[in-house]
């Protein structure tokens, strides 16, 4: 016994090729068949890549057949996807299909000379099968790879968990535990003081900023900042800020490097940037820390590449959908500020300046790396490292300390710390 029905095309099915691997398929499908060979390349290509895209070495290969002017593609899918959902995936891909239900659990779909074949084995699992009488074409290609994903590929992406999701695009996500105390970054107490008044009061205060809120306004909207910017020269603690304000909030840092976004692949780099806000939305609050965002948002009104546009465009979705009142944060960093896109710049809550240190505060660096000096000797050494960022004053100590230990183990001085003269002289 068998039941049978049937789905009609859409009057626009969707025609996108799958988003990440060039595989020569124009963006629009057509009707162009490719031969028994082009076909097992172009399907094999796509699979190394999911493989590759997802680090999942163990999603299932695809079997060829090609006998009698016949061509078989088949593959195992995941027993736990819902064959509706295959379904509703091969039709808004090829369109009218005539469906066959039957109590065994096995589905024939038709679509001109391509038979497709659902089954559903106790010992051996749910598996799907692509014949043609012809060679496949575009759409037929699209709609096997399509189903592949559907079933393997994002089946297998929901069961991770949110840190795999990021590590496996080189994402590091800081244990607030683990963060620097308030007072490790020396100086910048201006600074403290605002991300004090904008991020951290927000997210530890929510309900303060309500209650005003709907004091105030007379429609009430979220006064909490979703995006501040930090700008300013490389080495000047940006980074290290961020990692303090996951400390003092007790929520991850989630920093993402440009290099973890931007690939070669077409569509990749905004699927990376979509998986991280996504992934960041599952934690209870974290902090996501955008390192050189100018490099992923520079000015549209410039000579622009495409991808770069694809990536900002994104980037501007995410943050416009974030939840002022959540406890989710975007920290963009830059020492480009001018190359910012105006659209991106607007929509950060507030910028904070993070210039290089004054004479005082250099000393104060100083004095976290070399607290053996006296005021004097680090006074001085502070007036003569002018220009310095706290990371060339931290590598300068780093590099201090290392001489004088060789100077220690050749036996041209005794065992005692380092004077304010091996400082000085790496400062000519």
Known sequence: MKERFHFFKKSKPEQNVSSAIPLNIQSKTSNESH???????????????????????????????????????????????????????LLKTLGEMKISTYLSGYTSIVKDDLRISLSENVFAGKEISFTNKKELNDQEIEALLKVYELTNVKTAEAEKSPLQKLAEIGITVYDP???????YLAGYSDQKQQIQETVINSILHPEAYRQIAEGTRKIYES??????????????????????????????LIYVPVESIMTKWYGESERNLAKI?????????????????????????????????RVLSVLLRKIDGFNSAGKTILIGATNRKGDLDPALLSRFDTSINFPLPNQLERQSIFENYAKHLGREELESIAKAS????????????ERAERSWVTKIISGETELKLPPSSQYRSLLQ
Request: with cysteine; glycine share 6%; aromatic share 8%.
């Open 277 to 309: 806000f996504d992934a960041a939305g599952k934690f209870d609050g974290s902090i996501i820390f955008l390192d050189e965002i100018d490099s992923l948002a520079t000015s549209r009104d410039g000579n622009i590449h495409e991808a770069t546009r």
């Open 386 to 397: 002018e220009n310095l960022s706290g990371r060339d004053i931290k590598n300068l100590c």
């Open 177 to 183: 535990k683990d963060a620097p105390r308030w007072d």
């Open 223 to 252: 006064n909490q900042p979703k995006a501040v910017l930090f700008e300013g020269p490389p080495g000047t603690g940006k980074t290290t800020m961020a990692r303090m304000i996951a400390g003092q909030v007790e929520i991850p």
């Open 35 to 89: 031969p028994y060979h082009r076909t097992k390349e172009i399907i094999e290509n796509r699979i190394d890549r999911f493989k590759e895209m997802y680090a999942n070495p163990n999603l299932p290969d695809v079997n060829f057949e090609r006998e009698e002017n016949q061509t078989k593609i088949g593959f195992k899918i995941n027993n736990e996807t819902d064959s509706f959902k295959i379904i509703t995936c």
